[in-house]
């Protein structure tokens, strides 16, 4: 029934920024929402949460102080704002619905479709 649809993704140079937005169709408020992603050959891993008010965020070191989760419930949607991109940031981004972490796992209701970026040197 919910389903996240994505968009903003795209080739860019090192340094650039890029924004990345996820339109939610379904039950979005209380939910914690979160973006992840996976590149060739690795794990999916994770790149930031949003608590269902948006008063806590949370990022991987990886990406914590270039990257910035939002969201806006009335208009049900989620953006995740990256700047000073890398090209170890180049990866499949996935929206992610109903977020939870138990100890060093992640769980998660639904998953968007995925959109490439693509971080060039």
């Known amino acids: 029934q919910v389903q996240l649809q994505e968009s903003g993704g795209g080739s860019v140079q090192a340094g650039d920024s890029l924004t990345l937005s996820c339109a939610v169709s379904?039950?979005?408020?209380?939910?914690?929402m979160g973006w992840f992603r996976q590149a060739p050959g690795k794990e999916r891993e994770f790149v930031a949460v949003?608590?269902?008010?948006?008063?806590?965020?949370f990022y991987s070191d990886s990406v914590k102080g270039r990257f910035t989760i939002s969201r806006d419930n009335t208009k049900d949607t989620i953006a995740l704002q990256m700047n000073s991109l890398k090209p170890e940031d180049t990866a499949v981004y996935y929206c992610?619905?109903?977020?939870?972490?138990?100890?060093?796992?992640?769980?998660?209701?639904?998953w968007g479709q995925g959109t490439q970026v693509t971080v060039s040197s």
């Open positions: 949003i608590t269902w008010n948006g008063a806590t965020t």
């Open positions: 379904g039950t979005f408020d209380r939910y914690a």
């Open positions: 992610a619905y109903d977020c939870n972490k138990f100890s060093k796992t992640w769980s998660v209701a639904s």
